[in-house]
């Protein structure tokens, strides 16, 4: 349930004895000597520093690179120039030399950080889990790279790691709503539910016109099936933040589950009205209709959805839904061309997939349907309607032995996995 934040633009590592050499001289003044005294390696540093302190960071590197080629032995000019790099932009040079500097300094948490952010980033977990036990304090004592910390630690097993990171961060501050949050993650992700229940309710008493706290224990109230606490828990939330969009949003959504459709089509409706630049209600209110019957309102509502967040993949894919159900020729087509759209601005979800596979098969483009199913597989091999659906397709045109295959493994599937979730469980999820 953690949700990963964006590593923020902030220089975490400049060595402190090298901004110690820092004087109060202008960067111009600091040019102008150089000019003079270009084999200064102080004055490199000092340059260097100046344009980090600006967020000018190709030419921050350009001079930690003078520095370290003036003094090939300096470790402080090698993690700055290593630590710019990275927020310029050029990752594979920065890793590089944090790996050449990791041999050197093994016990230096600096290099650690970077190399387990490099490794968080290609989702290479159990890699980044050892480095950032090996960065410690350096690492978890950082609030924007916690999350990343406290994610590594649950994928590979680390949970004890976690939940101590976080206690004891909440002995140093015990009023810091976001730690008892991520700790009703943690146990919650440990099957501890009544553990998990007490931390997103001491985050709401930490902190009452929080909205986050709210929905992060309404949340989890839905995903264990309990809507009318979560009802309870968005009313308490709402006498405190009347006017929240997403707290209406999530009450429509338990309204939802709750299965009074009228009862939610206004609460999201409300929600649109409290944040009109926000697509995820009118999502909602759309899927709300087809789940009523109404296709042709729920057309016209993810238009609008998609006139709000035209970037959505998500508009688009609702709306192919929505045009599927009238089965014309010409709709069809207008679907297919919603769900290539779908796939072109986020290629790694796999329902747009499932869906154009379908309307290929439909319209007799096995090939393309079959591409689509294969490619929706190898994103997630776990994806039961696209190895079901495959099968079939298989079994169509006499590949026996794949398409047992792979109906063994629906069936594996099937006999394992828990009941579907719900499309309004799968949008709460993104409320947060």
Known sequence: MIRPILFPIVLLCLSLSALAQQSDSSLSELLDRYQAEPSNVRLCQQIALAYTKSNEFPQAAEFFRKALALDPQSIPSAKNLATVLWFAGQKNESITLFRSLEKKIPDDPVP???????????????????????????????????????????????????????QNRLKADNSDAQIYRW????????????KAWDAYSKAIAAAPKSEENYLALAAFSIEHRN????????????AHLPGSAKLTLETGLVSALQGNFDQAKTEFRQASSLDPHWSLPLLALGITDLQTGDAEHATEVFQQARRVAPDDYRCYYFHALALNRSQSSSTRSQAIEELRHAIALDPNHVQPRIALAQNQLSSGNIAEAEAQLREA???????????????????????????????ASFQSLKKSAGADENEFVLLSQTIR
Do not use: W
């Open 227 to 238: 809507a009318a606490i979560a009802r309870d828990v968005l009313g308490r939330g709402l």
């Open 183 to 194: 700790l009703g993650d943690v146990y919650d992700r440990q099957n501890l539910p009544q």
């Open 377 to 407: 597989i190898r994103l997630d091999p776990s994806e039961p309607t696209a190895l079901y659906k495959l099968a079939l397709l298989c079994r169509r045109e006499g590949k026996k032995q794949e398409a047992d295959r792979l109906l």
């Open 112 to 166: 650690q950080l970077y190399l387990a952010l490099n490794a968080y980033d290609k989702k290479d977990m159990e890699p980044a889990a050892l480095h950032f036990e090996r960065a410690g304090a350096f690492a978890s004592d950082n609030p924007e790279v916690l999350p990343f910390v406290v994610t590594a630690f649950l994928v590979t097993s680390r949970a004890h790691q976690a939940i101590d990171i976080l």
